[in-house]
């Protein structure tokens, strides 16, 4: 891909590159610093539960992206099933729309309120398609469904403090960060460093919000 030439350019110079979140793996970059996606997905599936009482109709969005986010798309879904295995009252489908077409998930979600009358929650696997879920459902007047999604943005938090989104999974941003200068510091010190570090994921739902919105309010501040 071109993100991999250009981190290989970038090596040749003799500057290490550490990627963060979005893997570049066939490109010579020095560590990857993630979350674990499929323990991501376990965590949105026992939301799921949460959210339904483990009965009814769920559709997980899918996008026909083909750059690296399809890989960390399908190792979620496959966490949000397995968390689902012993439920064989919740029933849950995969619903694709193309990534590459804004317009295309807004007219799935239109979609699904006309064609699916029994559906109670619509789960997102990014902070884009969690956003622009909570927005179209608004726009439609059809808040009466519980959303899981992906992602802490000062937007998403709101939506989850009016209870518009049931919750969300979010990464440790600040043990990111750590661990990719960590890393960093690592090669300089030592020319060498572990090759992938996985950070941990927070879950936030109208119970936990506040702390989460304080943060985004101070960060605004400064």
């Known amino acids: 891909t071109e993100t991999g030439a250009l981190i290989d350019k970038g090596v040749e110079k003799g500057i290490p590159i550490v990627t963060i979140r979005t893997d570049a793996k ?67 489908e995969s619903v694709e729309y193309n990534y590459d077409n804004f317009l295309s998930l807004e007219d799935t979600i239109q979609n699904l309120i006309v064609n699916k009358p029994e559906l109670d929650a619509i789960i997102t ?12 459902l608004i726009d439609l007047n059809k808040v009466n469904y519980s959303i899981i999604g992906y992602g802490d943005t000062p937007e998403i938090l709101r939506y989850i403090d009016n209870e518009v989104i049931f919750g969300t999974v979010s990464a440790d941003h600040e043990q990111m960060g750590y661990d990719a200068i960590k890393a960093l510091v690592d090669l300089n010190k030592g020319g060498r460093t572990s090759a992938y570090f996985t950070v941990d994921s927070h879950l936030i739902t109208k119970i936990n ?14």
């Not at 696997?125 to 179209?136: F, G, S, Y």
């Not at 919000?209 to 400064?222: C, H, N, Q, T």
Request: no cysteine; net charge negative; aromatic share 4%.
């Open 209 to 222: 919000v506040g702390k989460y919105l304080e943060s985004s309010e101070e960060s605004d501040d400064e």
């Open 125 to 136: 696997t990014n902070e884009k398609d969690t956003t622009l879920v909570a927005q179209r």
């Open 26 to 92: 066939n490109s010579r970059r020095a560590a990857f610093v993630g979350i674990n996606t499929y323990s991501s997905g376990m965590e949105m599936g026992r939301m799921l539960i949460a959210a339904t009482g483990g009965r009814g109709t769920a559709v997980v969005l899918v996008s026909n992206d083909k750059a690296g986010g399809s890989i960390v798309q399908n190792l979620m879904i496959s966490g949000i099933t397995d968390a689902l295995k012993n439920m064989p009252d919740l029933k849950l």
